[in-house]
């Protein structure tokens, strides 16, 4: 049951802006890159075709200490920081060699679509919960 | 029965990179705004909720001719090039004041997703294909 | 000496993802656009060509309360919540109609390249500072 | 001397659009992480920080299809097809498994910013030049 994955990552071109350095929305991206990694090591899929399930993120954040410049090989460690019985919700910190480049967190929650075509908030299906753990 | 639109737009910061112009991948979504604009111009959303057909792009090309830079004003301009039973074809151009900046087409075609789950190109529904017409 | 502004926006198609909804980095660049939109409505740019002072982002976050879809019209409200002699706050929230689709912050913090090419926390040239109001 | 690359890459979720295939300018940019990884390859970068030159893309176009879907692999093979005094031409092929998902070229020119700020063709310096084959 993992309850971690390190991604490693480098920055491409596309990602820059013109202050020459990374774009702080990509960091939301390189996060969610990082978090489904962690789902494949477990096993499973976050959006497999046709799912009754879907995980919307619900929250979002990241402080920023120092910038990414193209080319830059980095790395984004996820980790469970805590799962309740809709929500599951992870710490990741985003580092190049020894540098501390950022620190975030991500919450994301189980909805299926009702009658309606509204989301609604369900309990993560155990075949899913039981895959993850939380990190120490 | 629209034929062409013109889009007036501003470049936002994160459409720039660390060259300190837009990068070029930026003017496909650019020219897809101004299509998404000319349709509902002509009355409709090229991707209603629960539709049964979908217009995926077949092809897409840009010249560039001079670069954009942050919040610059500009103009895309889309003319609709060819109507066939199952595509369209648009031709564009981006300028700004007098400068064209680049010119480029775009193709789409009409697909429906069978029972076995693939796309499969079919004539687009007349009260699609009346809506618009080639421009002069 | 404003101290907030409200930025219209239509959901763009390239801004949705697989789930059918807006992904959430989109917020992040939103928040942005509503900034820059504030900055010129002071009569500024945030990142004039050859400025000796930039501003990068130390700090986002979002908590999503409801998703946006393709071509929903919506409103991103963004406020002067704090000025400090390097840095600025904000916090914003965007709504669809009546619906509070998302509430967030963001932090900037001033930042010269010293000779070194590093970038140096400053303060925000009273010229700037002066242009702003935090909001009631 | 290289005179093309193959890269190896997996669909994000964040490529992806609300007709639950990856975006059609998505591939632009996977054809410049292609470029750029050949330019590795050759021992350089397309943009090292203070480069004299740079290396903006003045044509760009690709035909499509068949789709990609989210946590497909695909590969991305990027040939050197011409090379002139001023300019770069490449073609590109996307594959998945045996299915041929798309193919296009990419052209980008050398140039240097002039005193007034304009960019200008110039000649492909040749310690650049040279690193370069044209694929057979």
């Known amino acids: 049951m993992p309850s971690r ?3 490693q990552r480098r920055v491409q071109f596309y990602e820059t802006d013109s202050a020459g350095i990374v774009h702080f929305s990509w ?3 390189y996060v969610e890159e990082a978090e ?3 789902w494949r090591k477990a096993g499973l899929s976050i959006a497999p075709r046709e799912s009754a ?3 919307p993120r619900v929250s ?3 402080d920023f200490r120092s910038p990414l410049y ?3 090989q980095f790395e984004v460690e996820i980790r469970v920081a805590a799962i309740t019985a809709k929500t599951i919700r992870y710490s990741a910190t985003v580092t190049r060699d020894q540098t501390e480049i950022a620190v975030g967190h991500l919450t994301i929650t189980c909805v299926r679509k009702g009658p309606d075509g ?3 908030a369900v309990e993560i ?3 899913i919960a039981d895959c993850f753990q939380v990190a120490e």
Chains 1, 2, 3, 4 share one sequence.
């Open 27 to 29: 960091f939301f991206r």
């Open 60 to 62: 979002a954040s990241f």
């Open 70 to 72: 193209f080319e830059d």
């Open 53 to 55: 399930v879907g995980f």
């Open 118 to 120: 509204r989301l609604k």
């Open 5 to 7: 994955f390190s991604l």
């Open 125 to 127: 299906p155990l075949e």
């Open 36 to 38: 489904h990694a962690l």
